[in-house]
């Protein structure tokens, strides 16, 4: 207690405040100093100061955040936490709840939580509501049932494997972020009302469950400055009527990830957006129908000036070039793209040539070999327009070896980049336990120079990551 006393001081901005020995002085704060000085601690230490005298029975039941995870409470777990939740509310009376999280375990009954939920979205002074899951995704019968309404305090509002019931009306005046992972909706029209009856929004992510029937996503928000959009691998499709429509004037970063929509259209974002591309297809046929789809959702972007490519989305796009599809990035100075280092020498020109005002090229390489070796071991002469006239910087974000691709990148780009100022490298390869020697260095500094202005700058080696047989928990938004 006396530790929690000081940190408390500290965030108070009194970090000498004497600490008294032996007389119990915390107990005679004032009852506010005291629910801040909860505040400091998870809900089950909070409730645990209520053994240590009258004085703190039930100071903890005062304090604004509720934190609970089911697993923390004894058999029978969902009986005893959601038993707890209501009894926590009933003594709240005058509604000092702020912020409300719960985490469910994958053992638990779901459907025992709907009421207490319910209770705690509707108090008038909740800010943020988060209810997240354990159970496993393709349990999809196990979503825990929510009906929202008017919450108009409401800031932060995220949702991981619940199934949203049908609302009629519905108010969200204060709501800037919402994360909805997994959620199920009633309709594509609670969807779009969802969105539209929060008109203060920014920060906005769905991730659809492969089991969604979703057919028309609907974002129009004047207000979203943010937006992600992630959909797993759909199992049911409705003749391919899945269709995202995204009219977002203030829009400034838009992240696309997994398999998206047959039909991707946006009415309207800002000129100044940024974009992450990380989208992959299903190509059942090797027709023009199914080639049209890739290049219409990238069309979207053809005037977006910073872009972040995946090497899967990559992929389709280089797929394209033999049907003369290849889309244009009119606009696109910054570039940050990821290849698989056996395909480079193939896709890296074809990337280029999409882009024929690009000024900064940040290059990732990557060693997996889901890719045939490549044929070509030379990169084309026919060069691309923005090598002769805007390129300016380039990134090399992978080491350099004698033996990998990327020297021969790095040479292509010096001897044929007319207007490069700058190139970055990176030249010890630990993550194979390589060094690199130091003719690797002097070869490029000794290359021909197509720009007399390019300047070398050399970078360490970021930390290795985990090794690849370590398990790595899937990205979640919550």
């Excluded at 209501?86 to 409300?100: I, M």
Aim: aromatic share 10%; glycine share 2%.
């Amino acid at each position: 207690m006396v530790n929690l006393i000081r940190k408390f001081a500290k965030s108070v901005g009194r970090p000498g405040i004497q600490i008294w020995r032996g007389e119990d002085m915390i107990s005679s704060l004032p009852d506010h100093l005291l629910y801040r000085i909860l505040g400091f601690l998870t809900t089950e230490e909070a409730v645990w100061t209520s053994v240590l005298s009258s004085r703190w029975r039930n100071l903890w039941k005062w304090v604004p955040t509720l934190e609970l995870d089911t697993s923390d409470f004894p058999f029978p777990c969902d009986k005893t936490c959601a038993a707890f939740i209501d009894k926590f509310l009933n003594f709240q009376s005058d509604s000092y709840l702020r912020e409300f999280k719960l985490r469910i375990d994958h053992r638990s009954d779901v459907s025992l939580y709907e009421p207490c939920l319910g209770v705690v979205i509707k108090k008038p002074n909740i800010r943020h509501f988060q209810v997240e899951s354990d159970l496993l995704e393709h349990w999809n019968t196990n979503e825990i049932p929510l009906t929202l309404s008017a919450c108009e305090a409401l800031v932060c509002l995220k949702l991981h494997l619940v199934r949203l019931n049908d609302f009629e009306s519905l108010s969200l005046p204060c709501l800037k972020i919402m994360y909805l992972e997994d959620v199920f909706f009633p309709s594509d029209a609670a969807v779009e009302m969802l969105i539209s009856c929060s008109p203060v929004l920014e920060d906005l992510k769905i991730s659809l469950n492969r089991y969604d029937d979703v057919v028309v996503l609907r974002v129009y928000s004047q207000s979203l400055k943010s937006f992600t959009l992630k959909r797993k691998d759909p199992v049911y499709a409705i003749n391919g009527a899945h269709t995202v429509l995204v009219d977002t004037p203030r829009l400034e970063y838009m992240s696309l990830m997994d398999y998206q929509f047959k039909s991707f259209k946006i009415l309207s974002m800002s000129d100044s957006v940024k974009v992450d591309l990380d989208v992959n297809f299903e190509l059942m046929r090797d027709n023009l129908s199914e080639r049209n789809i890739i290049y219409n959702l990238l069309n979207n972007f053809s005037g977006v000036r910073d872009v972040t490519i995946s090497w899967k989305t990559l992929k389709f796009i280089y797929s394209l070039q033999d049907m003369n599809l290849l889309p244009k990035f009119h606009d696109l100075t910054r570039l940050r793209a990821t290849m698989f280092s056996n395909a480079s020498l193939e896709v890296l020109p074809i990337v280029l040539e999409s882009c024929p005002k690009l000024k900064h090229f940040t290059l990732v390489m990557e060693l997996v070999n889901d890719y045939p070796v490549a044929v070509i071991t030379r990169l084309s002469n026919v060069l691309s327009h923005c090598l002769v006239s805007s390129l300016e910087t380039v990134e090399m974000e992978s080491p350099i070896t004698e033996k990998a691709t990327e020297l021969k990148l790095a040479r292509y780009f010096l001897e044929n980049s007319a207007t490069l100022k700058k190139l970055v490298l990176r030249l010890n390869h630990e993550s194979t336990g390589e060094k690199h020697e130091p003719g690797v260095l002097k070869q490029l500094i000794e290359s021909p120079r197509r720009s007399s202005l390019c300047q070398f700058e050399v970078l360490p080696v970021p930390p290795n990551p985990e090794p690849w047989w370590i398990y790595v928990k899937p990205q979640r938004f919550l």
